[in-house]
């Protein structure tokens, strides 16, 4: 497939996008966040494959003409001159700049979301490390330690100015209601029966903490995304006979909503899509209402192999969902190019790109930024 990124010159910005960002400049005190007119183009993180010494990349799809990089060329190195690194996680685009987690690498990157290039290198210290997962807030950006923290960056500064103990091997992350939800999944502890998994409360921006901790209703607990008012969690059980499961949760009160895997969150919509590790399994994709938990409709007109994410973009309603290809075992083959496929928001089919090894999460780049009121 022919290369062609949406992150190369100023000229080629221009023309692609229509000009650069124009909300925030390096002087904002807090970097506002912004809402955006059109969706220019996608990046996708992908996580490589450390066992087989395949590194993290970031594959780029524009959307102004289908073009995206090669699944073997990391848009980012084209960008930087230099590697991302070791099993990049998460992107997070907030005001004017994109935040990347690059967990064993244990490094935050924070670049120009539309050229890609590095604006700033943070690198946590001592205990406090392993970033996993990126949420934002009120001028914060919050990163998750596997090693057991959240941190707190500030977006004028670009530097880590608070952190906060919560539980063990956190995953995700997000905001609603003036108050931070952490998911720590215990993940490291699989062997005792994820024993001190939890949900962290944290108010903001005091940066106080508590936690839900019956495992009954929080086993495992890894993916979570906010609609700013409500917050939903998959708990991933056991991978056996205890099964992943959306959950929402209200306050300190957690309800169970579905089986699944991966969501996405878009307004008063929730995205489930439920596909169980093992062979040949068929997954199921549905839309559920965040208010009721009820399910309004299926998802997609045709699916994927082996989805490894979703996401929904908040402008288009585009539902994207990046997959895994299957091996003839009928099992994910982790060591090959992932593809993703692009959606309507009525769930129609519209195209499929290819991306890099492992790719896990993605993030909408848009062409015009305009600042939230």
């Known amino acids: 497939m022919k290369k062609n990124r949406f992150t190369l010159t100023a000229a080629v910005m221009a023309i692609l996008f229509g000009g650069a960002l124009t909300s925030c400049s390096d002087d904002d005190p807090a970097d506002e966040p912004v809402t955006f007119e059109t969706l220019a183009g996608i990046y996708t993180i992908n996580s ?49 700049k994109m935040y990347i987690a690059v967990s064993q690498s244990n490094l935050i990157w924070v670049t120009d979301p539309h050229s890609l290039k590095i604006i700033e290198k943070i690198v946590p210290t001592g205990d406090v490390a392993t970033p996993r997962a990126l949420t934002a807030h009120d001028g914060k ?41 952490v998911a720590n999944s215990d993940g490291m502890n699989y062997l005792n029966g994820y024993a001190d998994c939890s949900i962290s409360v944290i108010d903001l921006p005091a940066m106080t903490e508590h936690k839900i901790k019956d495992i009954s209703k929080v086993f495992n607990p890894t993916k979570m995304v906010s609609n700013g008012t409500e917050v939903f969690t ?24 579905c089986a699944g895997t991966l969501m996405a969150i878009n307004g008063n919509e929730l995205y489930v899509i439920n596909s169980p590790y093992g062979p040949n399994v068929v997954p199921t994709y549905e839309v559920y209402s965040t208010a009721t ?20 973009d908040p402008v288009t309603g585009d539902i994207v969902i990046l997959s895994y290809t299957l091996g003839s075992s009928g099992y994910a083959q982790y060591s090959e190019p992932c593809y993703g496929k692009i959606y309507a928001a009525d769930g129609t089919f519209r195209t499929r790109f290819t991306c890099g090894v492992g790719a896990i999460s993605l993030a909408f780049i848009h062409d015009t930024a305009i600042l939230k009121n």
Do not use: W
Not at 64 to 82: E, K, L, W, Y
């Open 141 to 181: 950006v919050y990163a998750s330690m596997y090693t057991g923290y959240v941190c707190r960056i500030d977006t004028a500064s670009l530097a880590i100015d608070n952190t906060l103990k919560v539980g063990p091997n956190p995953e995700e992350l997000a905001v609603a209601n003036n108050k931070l939800y």
């Open 48 to 96: 490589g494959n450390q066992g087989n010494k395949i590194p993290g990349s970031i594959t780029s799809y524009n959307y102004a003409d289908g073009t995206v990089t090669d699944a073997m060329t990391d848009a980012f190195m084209q960008a930087n001159g230099i590697a991302l690194g070791d099993t990049p996680q998460q992107a997070l685009v907030y005001g004017s």
């Open 234 to 257: 998959i708990c991933m059980g056991n991978y056996g006979d205890v099964p992943a499961t959306v959950k929402k949760i209200s306050g300190d009160n957690v309800q169970d909503i």
């Open 293 to 312: 938990g009820s399910k309004i409709r299926d998802m997609v007109s045709e699916t994927v192999d082996s989805p490894s994410c979703i996401a929904v």
